[in-house]
């Protein structure tokens, strides 16, 4: 369990990785973000034009943290990759654990593939730092792709993990039970309606129309939402697992 942070302050990040250690395992820096807000605050991907900083949060985190607890940075590439290469070389000498790159430029959108071949080489750099691969790793199969291409020791998924959670378990599609696990922590837990309704919205993408999912975006509480799925599927065990 990593937390992620966004931040291009040393000691902010440092207090943030403190503040969250006893329930993580470690924390990671968001060098990655390509939002226009996030560049003008100096954050996301400005980061990877700042080596300099990023080592220096990297330090101050290791030094919060201790070294029972990961400190890893999430990068996007530079256009020449031995911008990229002196970026991580610069992280490794400071301890970083391990690094994650999205093999896309900061200006590229997620419609552009990944550059596996530019990830690569830039792992061939850094055959001693454990190195994870992003971008449209969106089956098992994707997954094994990528790290033969690449030689990367693991990939790291987001917009189908959130319509599959269970992805990684090997389902091609959401199991029921992974809706109705999310859905009995969800009342557990007292987590934001609005947040319950995008997921369950999400994990419903591959199995429901737009138009079938629309009473599921009209629904104005939780009960309403386990009604909805209720109709769909007779038996329910909203229970959470032991
Ligand atoms: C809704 C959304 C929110 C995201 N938020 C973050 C974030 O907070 N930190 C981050 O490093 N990347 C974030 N990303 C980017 C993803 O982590 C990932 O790099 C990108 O979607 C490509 O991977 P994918 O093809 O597996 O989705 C976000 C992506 C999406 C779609």
Redesign the pocket.
């Known amino acids: 369990m990593i937390a992620?942070f966004?931040s291009n302050d040393p000691i902010e990040f440092a207090r943030a990785a403190k503040l969250i250690s006893p329930w993580v395992n470690g924390v990671?820096l968001?060098c990655?973000?390509p939002q226009s807000w996030a560049i003008k605050e100096g954050l996301g991907c400005h980061l990877i034009m700042d080596a300099d900083k990023v080592a220096a949060m990297v330090v101050a985190a290791k030094q919060a943290l201790g070294p029972t607890k990961s400190v890893s940075v999430?990068i996007r590439i530079h256009k020449n990759i031995d911008e990229t290469i002196a970026f991580v070389k610069k992280v490794q000498a400071v301890g970083v654990d391990f690094v994650t790159v999205?093999a896309?430029l900061r200006s590229q959108r997620?419609s552009t593939p990944?550059d596996l071949a530019a990830l690569k080489v830039i792992k061939s750099h850094f055959p001693d730092l454990p190195m994870l691969a992003?971008?449209?790793?969106?089956t098992v199969a994707d997954a094994e792709r990528t790290v033969e291409i690449t030689g990367v020791e693991g990939v790291?998924?987001?917009?189908?993990?959130?319509i599959n959670p269970a992805l990684f378990a090997g389902f091609d599609s959401t199991p029921r039970d992974a809706v109705e696990k999310f859905v009995a922590y969800a009342a557990a837990t007292g987590l934001r309606f609005e947040l319950v309704q995008h997921h369950v919205n999400e994990m419903l993408t591959k199995m429901t129309t737009k138009k079938e999912r629309r009473a599921l975006m009209n629904a104005r509480d939780l009960v309403e939402v386990i009604d909805w799925l209720d109709t769909r599927w007779e038996v329910q065990k909203y229970r959470i697992p032991s």
């Open positions: 992620q966004a990671d968001n990655g973000c999430k999205h896309r997620s990944p992003n971008g449209d790793v969106n790291m998924t987001a917009r189908e993990l959130l």
